[in-house]
């Protein structure tokens, strides 16, 4: 469904470029939940934003549900992002004084869906990422931060997007709450088959995926299977209760 | 993105810093009804003078006798001092296609006395057809007749100002009539007393007495003296006045020997030249009160934004957001550009509503009657609109062409 294919980013010219990304290639099925892993420097927030086609390659092709995306215009990239993809930010980026359902509904606003219609995709959506009908009417800010993600989960879902992609979601959260937010993600790959790919420089965080690709000075170190992915349910017992 | 979206987010985006977007709405509420109220107050005050003009009589010709100018720097006498109109003149002017009635006119400043009272007034010999003329209608008794001048009969029609100048403030108009008066020590007998007219910038009408024109040249302007000090003619209807005036003109010249016209021993005014003349003033004075208001009008609009650059600024991640979920830069521009509208709509919509007020006040007050006129709100709101879309065209811009990367990234 992803397809990456010698994909290059270059920032500046001449001598004051600087290659952020050098030829990485890789592909993702469907249902797939993929952790992108890397220190800081290593191009993982370049590749963020051309995978989630914020940003275009300098060179090579990004087919996205066999289209063409690496050569598109701003106008387009934003059509694809609208029905395509799902942003899960590390910063969160709910509207302020804003309702939970609002928040949810906006993509869908732009989507043009009718307005019956959008509250009830976001109700589904919000039931799928674990929030219960009584936090609808609250304000962005009157929620804890576990649920203030699980909003922006629900709000990455609403659309039915093609892929979802989480940019550190975890990295301004307590260890607690960061498995919670886990527990929705891999509940959203288990039980409705969504496509995931989550960016993290943390291997505890990454470890709770099926697949981990490594990168490094923008190249790809490595890239295979998690033969044991860890349940971040079964972690949120533990913590709960240590004995 | 909906219509509905579109009103739907400018609300709330607009409503959470209610404080800041009311202190906008205000430079713009300001600029519009200032706008409002001195276009108001200029147009009550072109048509109060339009209309006091007016009341000197309709389609009116005036003609003067002129100071015929000597050649070389013999001294000039005043205009209106030259003997040069006479009541030949009168009847041949009568004779003028269009011209619907024309009198004669003699008039000095004389003492006036009654009963111990006495007041100094100007004295108007004329004729019957004067009243019809000049506008002037009766409050009690009636106006001179042409027999009353055959007969050089002593009677007089005075004014109001006369009226309580002579006999007190409190006597009413309909005391004064059968009243003897003394002018210059003749005795006349008050037969009617005029309607009020008000002042009309060219001396008090209600302060004037009114005499036959025959008794006026008879007793007041000297041996067998037959000169007038003025004609007053009213055309047919408005369209022929310019006609009748170079008619009139060419007729005089004729039949007091003058080739050139430049030396003409009379002078000829027309109202409607008195009219736009002074229309003129008023409206460069209007002009001038709108563009005042017009300023600060431009200041609101900045004041807009100043605003939407703080808010475009402010709400940097939430554009990137919004981009990242599938907003274009187009969406972005209008969400921004609609936010400067409703802003200015409704600062024009109050502004069209205070600016209404204060003229109303205004008129109250009795200082003008301000005339509020639908092209002026037309105007305001078409003004505050595009000043909407001019100083929100700048924000939006930079909100619309935002990088959504850079902008989720802004601190």
């Given at each position: 469904?992803i397809?990456?294919k010698?994909?290059?980013?270059?920032y500046g010219?001449?001598?004051?470029?600087?290659?952020?990304?050098?030829?990485?290639?890789?592909?993702?099925?469907e249902?797939?939940?993929?952790?992108?892993?890397?220190?800081s420097g290593?191009?993982?927030?370049?590749?963020?934003?051309i995978?989630g086609?914020?940003?275009?390659?300098t060179?090579g092709t990004y087919?996205?549900?066999?289209k063409?995306?690496?050569?598109?215009?701003?106008?387009?990239?934003?059509?694809?992002?609208?029905?395509?993809?799902?942003?899960v930010f590390?910063?969160?980026?709910?509207?302020?004084?804003?309702?939970?359902?609002?928040?949810?509904?906006?993509?869908?606003?732009y989507?043009g869906?009718?307005?019956?219609?959008?509250?009830?995709?976001?109700?589904a959506?919000?039931?799928?990422?674990?929030l219960?009908?009584?936090?609808?009417?609250h304000?962005?800010?009157?929620?804890?931060?576990?649920?203030?993600q699980?909003?922006a989960?629900a709000?990455?879902?609403?659309?039915?997007?093609?892929?979802?992609?989480?940019?550190?979601?975890?990295?301004?959260?307590?260890?607690?709450?960061?498995?919670?937010?886990?527990?929705?993600?891999?509940?959203?790959?288990?039980?409705h088959?969504?496509?995931?790919?989550?960016?993290?420089?943390?291997?505890?965080?990454?470890?709770?995926?099926?697949?981990?690709?490594?990168?490094r000075?923008?190249?790809i170190?490595s890239?295979?299977k998690n033969?044991?992915?860890?349940?971040?349910?079964?972690?949120?017992?533990?913590?709960?209760?240590?004995? | 993105m909906?219509?509905?979206?579109l009103?739907?987010?400018?609300?709330?985006?607009?409503s959470?810093?209610?404080?800041?977007?009311?202190?906008?709405?205000?430079?713009?509420?300001?600029?519009?009804?200032?706008?409002?109220?001195?276009?108001?107050?200029?147009q009550?005050?072109?048509?109060?003078v339009?209309a006091s003009?007016?009341?000197?009589?309709s389609n009116?010709?005036?003609?003067?006798p002129?100071?015929?100018?000597?050649i070389?720097?013999?001294?000039?006498?005043?205009?209106?001092?030259?003997?040069?109109?006479?009541?030949?003149d009168?009847r041949a002017?009568?004779q003028?296609?269009?011209?619907?009635?024309?009198?004669?006119?003699y008039?000095?400043?004389?003492?006036?006395?009654?009963?111990?009272?006495?007041?100094?007034?100007?004295?108007?010999?004329?004729?019957?057809?004067?009243?019809?003329i000049?506008?002037?209608a009766?409050?009690q008794?009636?106006?001179?007749?042409?027999s009353?001048?055959?007969s050089?009969a002593?009677?007089?029609?005075?004014?109001?100002?006369?009226?309580?100048?002579?006999?007190?403030?409190d006597?009413?108009t309909a005391?004064?009539?059968g009243?003897?008066?003394?002018?210059?020590d003749?005795?006349?007998?008050v037969?009617?007393?005029?309607?009020?007219?008000?002042s009309?910038?060219?001396g008090?009408q209600?302060?004037?007495?009114?005499i036959?024109?025959g008794?006026?040249?008879?007793y007041?302007?000297?041996?067998?003296?037959h000169?007038?000090?003025?004609?007053?003619?009213?055309?047919t209807?408005?369209?022929?006045?310019?006609?009748?005036?170079?008619?009139?003109?060419a007729?005089?010249?004729a039949?007091h020997?003058?080739?050139d016209?430049?030396?003409?021993?009379?002078?000829?005014?027309?109202?409607?030249d008195?009219v736009?003349?002074?229309?003129?003033?008023?409206?460069?004075?209007?002009?001038l009160?709108?563009?005042?208001a017009?300023?600060?009008?431009?200041?609101?609009?900045?004041?807009i934004?100043?605003?939407?650059?703080?808010?475009?600024?402010?709400?940097?991640?939430?554009?990137?957001?919004?981009?990242?979920?599938?907003a274009?830069?187009?969406?972005?521009?209008?969400?921004?550009l609609?936010?400067?509208?409703?802003?200015?709509?409704?600062?024009?919509?109050?502004g069209?509503?205070l600016?209404?007020?204060?003229?109303?006040?205004?008129t109250l007050i009795?200082?003008?009657v301000?005339?509020?006129?639908?092209s002026?709100?037309?105007?305001?709101?078409?003004?505050?609109a595009?000043?909407g879309?001019?100083?929100g065209w700048?924000?939006?811009r930079?909100?619309a062409?935002?990088?959504?990367?850079?902008?989720?990234?802004?601190?």
């Open positions: 469904m397809d990456f010698d994909i290059t980013k270059t010219s001449g001598t004051e470029a600087y290659a952020a990304l050098r030829g990485i290639s890789f592909s993702i099925n249902g797939e939940f993929v952790a992108i892993m890397g220190p290593s191009g993982k927030s370049t590749l963020m934003h995978l086609c914020l940003d275009t390659p060179s087919r996205l549900d066999g063409d995306v690496s050569t598109m215009s701003d106008n387009e990239l934003a059509d694809v992002r609208k029905g395509k993809i799902g942003f590390q910063s969160f980026n709910l509207l302020p004084r804003t309702t939970v359902l609002r928040n949810v509904m906006l993509p869908l606003v989507a869906v009718s307005p019956r219609e959008r509250e009830n995709r976001a109700t959506a919000l039931n799928a990422a674990g219960t009908e009584e936090h609808f009417t304000l962005s800010n009157q929620l804890s931060g576990g649920q203030i699980r909003v989960i709000r990455a879902l609403v659309n039915d997007p093609a892929l979802i992609l989480a940019d550190e979601p975890t990295g301004n959260l307590d260890s607690r709450t960061s498995l919670v937010v886990l527990d929705t993600l891999q509940k959203l790959n288990r039980w088959g969504r496509t995931i790919v989550l960016i993290t420089h943390e291997p505890d965080i990454a470890e709770h995926s099926e697949r981990i690709i490594r990168l000075d923008g190249s170190i890239d295979e033969p044991a992915p860890r349940d971040a349910a079964r972690e949120t017992e533990l913590y709960d209760d240590p004995a | 909906r219509t509905r979206d009103i739907d987010e400018t609300y709330v985006a607009l959470t810093n209610k404080a800041r977007s009311g202190l906008t709405v205000l430079g713009i509420v300001i600029g519009i009804a200032s706008v409002i109220a001195l276009v108001a107050i200029g009550g005050a072109q048509s109060s339009q003009i007016e009341s000197i009589g009116l010709i005036e003609i003067l002129g100071a015929a100018r000597q070389g720097f013999g001294a000039s006498g005043g205009r209106g001092t030259a003997r040069s109109l006479t009541l030949d009168e002017i009568a003028v296609a269009n011209v619907g009635a024309v009198s004669g006119e008039s000095g400043r004389y003492q006036i006395a009654a009963s111990g009272a006495n007041t100094n007034t100007s004295v108007d010999g004329v004729d019957a057809s004067y009243a019809a000049r506008n002037t009766m409050d008794g009636s106006f001179i007749t042409d009353q001048s055959v050089l002593k009677v007089a029609v005075i004014g109001p100002t006369v009226v309580s100048d002579l006999f007190g403030p006597t009413s005391n004064a009539i009243q003897r008066i003394r002018i210059n003749l005795q006349f007998t037969i009617g007393v005029t309607r009020s007219k008000g009309s910038g060219f008090n209600d302060d004037v007495v009114y036959p024109l008794t006026a040249l008879q007041f302007a000297g041996n067998g003296n000169f007038l000090s003025g004609i007053d003619i009213q055309a209807n408005q369209t022929s006045m310019t006609q009748v005036q170079n008619d009139v003109a007729l005089l010249l039949r020997g003058v080739n016209p430049t030396k003409a021993d009379f002078s000829i005014l027309n109202q409607a008195i736009s003349a002074a229309s003129s003033v008023t409206q460069t004075f209007t002009i009160l709108a563009a005042v017009g300023i600060s009008l431009i200041v609101g609009g900045i004041g934004m100043n605003m939407m650059l703080t808010t475009v600024t402010e709400r940097m991640r939430e554009i990137g957001l919004r981009k990242a979920i599938g274009t830069g187009g969406d972005i521009n209008t969400q921004f609609a936010e400067a509208i409703a802003l200015t709509f409704v600062g024009g919509g109050i069209v509503a600016g209404w007020g204060i003229s109303f006040v205004v009795g200082l003008v301000a005339q509020v006129t639908f002026s709100i037309f105007l305001a709101f078409g003004v505050s595009a000043i879309i001019i100083f700048y924000p939006a930079r909100a062409s935002q990088n959504p990367i850079d902008a989720l990234r802004y601190e």
